[in-house]
């Protein structure tokens, strides 16, 4: 699978929109970018995920540049509650098995 | 259940004890995951399932960790002779399949504590 690089924290204000970054120059076109966050002491919850288009469900959106090397995970109203750490993934599409978790970014939504 | 349920949720053990952790997927997901946490850390893959197919048994750190799946369903994670870097947060995930456009639901963890 290939390596995603995610900043290892942002801030953002309550009620504006948190936009999270994710490079994955190495992905293969048969590879999907993948989102989770996981909220301390719990255990990580799927947000969304994509392959070429850009996806929205009524968690966020994402963002996949043309030539797919990059990635934007946006939370369009962020509350405290999204507080997290929030991981960015690549998966091959078939036959995906285990998925590589790197260290993610810390978001903290301020008041 | 709904979701992935995992017990016990909280696990306090004497270090040389032998342990084992539960994980129920959601009904239907064929492919089970366990992963673990260590205190301020990412996510360490340890074992995948998928269907009667062997396991993928490469991030196992040692020959005292073993897992199990039965009947396609229920799995069970044993750590022999625990140690105290064996404490941490061990994570199941189920997914439908193993296709990546299937999404993982992870279980809310065992916390294991060696002491």
């Known amino acids: 699978d290939a390596k995603t690089t995610q900043p290892t924290s942002m801030d953002c204000a309550e009620g504006r929109a948190a936009n999270l970054p994710c490079n994955h120059s190495?992905?293969?076109?048969?590879?999907?970018v993948y989102w989770y966050r996981q909220i301390h002491s719990q255990g990580p919850q799927y947000i969304i995920h994509g392959l070429k288009n850009n996806e929205t469900n009524e968690m966020a959106s994402l963002i996949i540049t043309e030539d797919r090397k990059s990635s934007t995970l946006i939370l369009p109203h962020a509350t405290l509650r999204d507080t997290a750490v929030y991981y960015c993934?690549?998966?091959?599409?078939?036959?995906?098995?285990?998925?590589?978790f790197g260290d993610g970014t810390t978001l903290t939504v301020k008041p | 259940g709904a979701g992935v349920s995992q017990s016990p949720s909280n696990k306090v053990t004497e270090k040389g004890k032998d342990v084992e952790l539960r994980c129920d997927p959601i009904s239907g997901h064929t492919a089970l995951y366990w992963y673990r946490q260590s205190l301020g850390q990412g996510l360490e893959f340890l074992i995948y399932?998928?269907?009667?197919?062997?396991?993928?048994k490469s991030g196992l750190p040692s020959d005292r960790f073993s897992a199990e799946r039965t009947g396609g369903s229920v799995s069970t994670l044993t750590i022999q002779r625990t140690q105290q870097e064996d404490s941490a947060v061990y994570l199941c995930?189920?997914?439908?399949?193993?296709?990546?456009?299937?999404?993982?639901?992870f279980g809310s963890g065992t916390r294991l504590t060696v002491v």
């Open positions: 995930a189920s997914s439908l399949g193993p296709q990546a456009n299937y999404g993982y639901t």
């Open positions: 190495t992905i293969s076109g048969n590879e999907y």
């Open positions: 399932f998928q269907g009667n197919s062997a396991p993928d």
């Open positions: 993934i690549v998966r091959v599409r078939t036959n995906a098995g285990k998925s590589t």
